[in-house]
Each structure stands twice: as structure tokens, then as C-alpha cells.
T-cell receptor, first 116, second 115 residues
């Protein structure tokens, strides 16, 4: 069975602080995808990143960075110099690679509040 | 607007009634997914279509639930004899099959409240 755990239910920081959202996953598959999605109050899930299990290179996109460590089954997400617009619920997700179909297994989400 | 569109945004119904939701995917997207999200939880996979074929259904999808995508474009999700436990946000997503960059584009969802 596949499982994603986001232990941090809620995080609140002051604007411009750096913040890391933790994600730990469980799977028996040897190949899989990992994702992060952002869900603002409007409800629409916004894709942030997808990583293949065989690609452990960390990635940086502007103020966002992701640290994938297969040895600890973790895929953590860091926002540098946070801004109020970053306030949202963030989901980590896992998907087997089966004919490309993305049957995502989501974590419970972390509600991030950035205070001015 | 070229995103995934869902209708209605909100639906309030009484227990025992039938409800139907509609999803219009992004044009040319041949895969369409339905997910359900309850308060404080992440979305859960329900079913997906490739063109008009329904290729997989989660065991979460009881016999009261049925989804269709008759012409490989829009999709409907019907819940018969609704129960209070069906109250949730129903999310639709679409994607283009294949390619290393395949990703899901989600709609804003239909919030169902069963009284």
C-alpha cells in the first residue's frame, strides 16, 4: 500500500521567513512519481513539481526548492523569503508509474499561513 | 477560460436525493480524473477515463456512484440516494496522455453538502 504523511498540520510564520514543509512517503514500487500541489482558498489544486523516483537531484525554482532523499523516503519543500501570497494548503502526493496514469495518493496537507 | 471547469460549484441536497456533477476538461485532454476531498484531508482518487473508456474505479466508488464520459469530452458524476457521508468536495482533473511532462490540471471542484 502507498502512503504519504505530512506531519505538520499547520505552520504559521512571519513574512520573509524561510519555511520547510515535510513529506514522508511509503511505497513498495521501485519507480514512482512524487508531487507537490498548492491549494489556495479558491479550491483549485495548482501543480508545483513532479519528480521521478530515479532522479534524486534537488530542484530550485525561484523561491521554491525541493529536497528528495530516497534513503529516508522524504520529499521536503522549502519556501525561501516567504510572502503572504504563499498562504495556502500544500499537498505532497505519490503516484505509481502505470501507463502514465496519475492515481495520486495525497498526504493530509499542511496549512501554511504567512503573516505580514 | 481554458482551464478545467466544474458545475455546479456548490450543491446542497437532502439525504436520499440524486445529484449529478459535470466536468469539462481542457480541450484535447484525453484523460479525465475524479477525486473526492473531505474537510481537512487530501484528495482521494475515485476513477479515471482515457477518452470515453473508464479504465479504473477505486473501491471508494460504491454502487451508488456512476461516472460517464460519453463522447470523450465532458464527464458527469452521479450519486444516487445520497448519504451524509457523501458530503465532500468533488474534484475533476484532466491531462494529456503520454510525455515526460504529463501532469494533472484540476478544476475548482463541486462542494456537496448532504443534509
Amino acid at each position: 500500500a502507498q502512503k504519504v504523511t505530512q506531519a505538520q498540520t499547520e505552520i504559521s510564520v512571519v513574512e520573509k521567513e524561510d519555511v520547510t514543509l515535510d513529506c514522508v512517503y511509503e511505497t513498495r514500487d521501485t519507480t514512482y512519481y512524487l508531487f507537490w500541489y498548492k491549494q489556495p482558498p479558491s479550491g483549485e489544486l495548482v501543480f508545483l513539481i513532479r519528480r521521478n523516483s530515479f532522479d534524486e537531484q534537488n530542484e530550485i525554482s525561484g523561491r521554491y526548492s525541493w529536497n528528495f532523499q530516497k534513503s529516508t523516503s522524504s520529499f521536503n519543500f522549502t519556501i525561501t523569503a516567504s510572502q503572504v501570497v504563499d498562504s495556502a494548503v500544500y499537498f505532497c502526493a505519490l503516484s505509481p508509474i502505470i501507463q502514465g496514469a496519475q492515481k495520486l495518493v495525497f498526504g493530509q496537507g499542511t496549512r501554511l499561513t504567512i503573516n505580514p | 477560460d481554458t482551464g478545467v471547469s466544474q458545475d455546479p460549484r456548490h450543491k446542497i441536497t437532502k439525504r436520499g436525493q440524486n445529484v449529478t456533477f459535470r466536468c469539462d476538461p481542457i480541450s484535447e485532454h484525453n484523460r479525465l480524473y475524479w477525486y473526492r476531498q473531505t474537510l481537512g484531508q487530501g484528495p482521494e482518487f475515485l476513477t479515471y477515463f482515457q477518452n470515453e473508456a473508464q479504465l479504473e474505479k477505486s473501491r471508494l466508488l460504491s454502487d451508488r456512484f456512476s461516472a460517464e464520459r460519453p463522447k470523450g469530452s465532458f464527464s458527469t458524476l452521479e450519486i444516487q440516494r445520497t448519504e451524509q457521508g457523501d458530503s465532500a468536495m468533488y474534484l475533476c482533473a484532466s491531462s494529456v496522455l503520454g510525455g515526460s511532462n504529463e501532469k494533472l490540471f484540476f478544476g475548482s471542484g463541486t462542494q456537496l453538502s448532504v443534509l
